[in-house]
């Protein structure tokens, strides 16, 4: 089964908590860039299927804290959503770019997660941008498509990245610390098929 989403927790006013991270890709991918560092430390592996990282940023002045909840795609991690989801401030639901069956899986992880969690910001994410753009026009063209009807559906923000090159992985903080916080940010959206798409 493909892990296509994650989960994080919102503790405390000035916390904000985020997911990232997929089991369908190598734990090189689900290194984290945030403010142009590569975090690789503090992620804590476990074999439950889910798996944590805490990381502080300081916005103009004010420390935000991230609680990093990676929820696995495995039959025994299923046991951790309702704990992953519980005062979520936002889902990111991942998939691979370069694999379909990772988005057809998309809808059927958003309702698990809804069941526990109906406030939390809906961020949907296609992950190995830097792949995906190896793949034929036509393939990208109807792979871009059918993500962007998926996020319209799910009333979701829409981004392409990589963790690779750090394409878009610091807006996505970026845009869920400025939804939580009414914080006046906005990404530019971009729906050039071979760019890195950013759609809402």
Excluded at 49 to 64: A, E, F, H, P, Y
Excluded at 99 to 121: D, G, M, P
Excluded at 154 to 159: D, V
Aim: glycine content about 6%; charged content about 20%.
């Amino acid at each position: 089964m493909s892990s296509p989403c994650l989960v994080a927790s919102k503790r405390g006013f000035e916390t904000l908590d985020t997911p990232y991270g997929c089991c369908e890709h190598s734990r090189n991918s689900s290194d984290l860039y945030v403010g142009g560092e590569r975090q690789e430390e503090g992620f804590e592996i476990s074999d439950s299927g889910l798996n944590q990282m805490d990381k502080t940023l300081r916005v103009g002045g004010t420390c935000i804290a991230y609680r990093i909840w990676d929820v696995a795609g495995n039959e025994t991690s299923q046991n951790h959503i309702p704990s992953a989801c519980k005062d979520s401030a936002a889902m990111l639901f991942m998939f691979d770019l370069t694999s379909r069956c990772t988005l057809n899986s998309i809808v059927r992880w958003y309702h698990e997660f809804r069941k526990w969690n109906q406030t939390a910001i809906p961020v949907l994410i296609g992950t190995k941008f830097d792949d995906f753009v190896q793949l034929p026009i036509e393939v990208q063209w109807t792979i871009a498509s059918q993500a962007r009807a998926y996020a319209r559906a799910l009333n979701a923000i829409l981004f392409f990245l990589s963790a690779t090159y750090n394409i878009n992985v610091n807006k996505i903080f970026n845009f869920v610390t400025a939804k939580l916080f009414s914080l006046p940010w906005a990404p530019e959206q971009n729906l050039t098929i071979g760019e890195p798409i950013i759609d809402f």
